[in-house]
């Protein structure tokens, strides 16, 4: 039970009415937004649901938890000494990734049909991969993020997860009212893919490129220039913005050390720092605008690795990398979803990234269901 926080029974109870779980940094009205922080484990309960979770609710949705995380959504572990460490569904000796780790974690042990999630830095699509699952980041202010903590963040997006395309759909079209469920279920045959050349182990690369081909795509290769500098860059914005949003429990001393160390090493950034990482993040999104003139989307590896082991991750592995090729779609705003593919030789899934052009969700969303169907075939 440790994905949940919180059982909640809340919306719609019949047996047609789809089930969700919402990170615990997204408020429910009258339950207490912790962060899965024992700094905050007395806020008082919010006045109000955030604006994600009323639309779920007016949809027809059953939420029947909070999820758990990755204390005050600033880690890749999912690693937590106060709420308990979410077990990843795919291997339980490993990490589910982090900081959406309880959301992910919760779909794949179906306790519900989907989450919400939020993702700073890859903090959907690492979990998702690590889980098993599937998970969306969408393009930068197309869902609501009012009543998500931190209220202020240039990088942040809520997203759902889901075992299938379809509860993708179908979570996205409630939180985003514009989402178009006709483009994102009209397949996608003309798509023109892009595999991204990019530093991942060589079965998980040849795993996507397999993917895309089962699917009927005839992929181009593509360089996209950037990424390791972007990656780099939306560190510096995470702490900036994460210091401003949370430093002050520093002082608490109720963090756990981890963390603290990690908040107290981000009030270090300067604003130079951020100038650079805003020069980056120009040029960067440019570059990846500029490669979407050529194709409809771009394919990638969600991770450089497999998730390491929770015996690893307690004696300090750095996981830094781990989100390599994520962090940098946070920094340009585009949308991007992670798909489970198998492995040859492996027992563990991979993710499959597949990125598209700023509010183009849904087009992403039609990529991602023709290859799970070629997948599933």
Known sequence: MSALLEQISLGGHDATSPTIVIKDSIDIEGHRTTGASRALADVAPAQRHAEVVQRLLDQGWHIVGKANMHELAFGMTGFNEYTGTPVNPQDAT???GGSSSGSAAAVGARMADAALGTDTGGSIRGPAACCGVIGLKPTFARVSRIGVAPAQSTLDCVGPFAHEMRKI?????????????????????????????????????????????KAEFAPAF??????????????SIINRETSAAFGHLV??????????????????????????AERVRTRFTHAVDHVLEAVDVLVMPTLPDFPITLEQARNGTSVIAMSSL??????????????????????????????????????VCAVAARVEAALSA
């Not at 593509?222 to 560190?235: N, Y």
């Not at 962090?327 to 598209?356: E, M, Y």
């Open 94 to 96: 490993r990490i589910p």
């Open 169 to 213: 759909v179908l979570a996205m079209s409630a939180i985003s009212p514009s989402f178009d469920r006709n483009i994102a279920g009209s397949g996608a045959r003309s798509a023109r893919v892009g595999i991204v050349r990019a530093e991942a182990r060589q079965d998980i690369s040849e795993a996507v490129e397999l993917a895309v081909r």
């Open 326 to 363: 994520i962090r940098p779609f946070n920094l340009s705003g585009h949308p991007a979803l992670s798909l489970p593919v198998p492995v040859r030789g492996a027992t563990l899934k991979a993710g499959l990234q597949i990125i598209g052009r700023h509010g183009a969700d849904e087009l």
């Open 222 to 235: 593509i360089d996209l220039p950037g990424l390791a500098d972007a990656f780099s860059a939306g560190l």
């Open 251 to 276: 002082e608490s001393g109720r963090l756990q050390a981890d963390l603290e160390a990690r908040l107290r090493a981000a009030a270090n950034t300067s604003d130079q720092d951020v100038k650079n």
